[in-house]
T-cell receptor, first 116, second 111 residues
Framework: SQTIHQWPATLVQPVGSPLSLECTVE??????LYWYRQAAGRGLQLLFY??????ISSEVPQNLSASRPQDRQFILSSKKLLLSDSGFYLC???????????????FGAGSRLTVL | GQQVMQIPQYQHVQEGEDFTTYCNSS?????IQWYKQRPGGHPVFLIQ?????EVKKQKRLTFQFGEAKKNSSLHITATQTTDVGTYFC???????????FGSGTRLLVRP
């Protein structure tokens, strides 16, 4: 069966420090991978998605970046964190269903980032 | 740009009462999905609707996709405390790879 791992679960970082959140998927190949951010009590904002190794699409301008060095690994990074980067970061994977065209997401447990 | 909106933002009900959340898209959707996020947890897929006018049921939950495929609803009959959480609808944007989430409806249930 497929599983998704995301770490670290909780992170407290000072403003201006770097960030690296990692996500790996097991039990599937060539998944679509996603990073979403959720501010406290708010909805889910799509940050990045990837349909293959080295292929990254960015949805919003920001000081975050994403990389996909391996098929089932997705990394979210920042060189210098801002206060506004605080939030709940969720990694997700999917496989596009050809018959219905639906793209159902399976989320990781999330990484809660507090920037002080 | 394409938007997916949900109402209400928040609802507090007495256990046993019914609950409905509504989802509206500014564009026609090829499909719509619903997710539930428990407090402190991550979103979990509930169901997807593909056909115009489609209605699906999961025990006390009824999901409906509008005829024009621009709106959807989730109705919970006789809420229980286990229904507490935030319910999100989501639809594809521009391409099937990009899933855009509504703002969510947070449900609280008084025992």
């Amino acid at each position: 069966s497929q599983t998704i791992h995301q770490w670290p679960a909780t992170l407290v970082q000072p403003v201006g420090s770097p960030l690296s959140l990692e996500c790996t998927v097991e039990g599937t190949s060539n998944p679509n991978l996603y990073w979403y951010r959720q501010a406290a009590g708010r909805g889910l904002q799509l940050l990045f998605y990837s349909v293959g190794i080295g292929q990254i699409s960015s949805e919003v301008p920001q000081n975050l970046s994403a990389s996909r060095p391996q098929d089932r690994q997705f990394i979210l990074s920042s060189k210098k964190l801002l206060l506004s980067d605080s939030g709940f970061y969720l990694c997700a994977w999917s496989v596009l269903r050809a018959r219905s065209g639906a793209n159902v997401l399976t989320f990781g447990a999330g990484s809660r980032l507090t920037v002080l | 740009g394409q938007q997916v909106m949900q109402i209400p933002q928040y609802q507090h009900v007495q256990e046993g009462e019914d609950f409905t959340t509504y989802c509206n898209s500014s564009t026609t959707l090829s499909n719509i999905q619903w997710y539930k996020q428990r407090p402190g947890g991550h979103p979990v897929f509930l169901i997807q609707l593909v056909k115009s006018g489609e209605v699906k049921k999961q025990k006390r939950l009824t999901f409906q996709f509008g005829e024009a495929k621009k709106n959807s609803s989730l109705h919970i009959t006789a809420t229980q405390t286990t229904d507490v959480g935030t319910y999100f609808c989501a639809g594809p944007k521009d391409s099937s790879y990009k899933l855009i989430f509504g703002s969510g409806t947070r449900l609280l249930v008084r025992p």
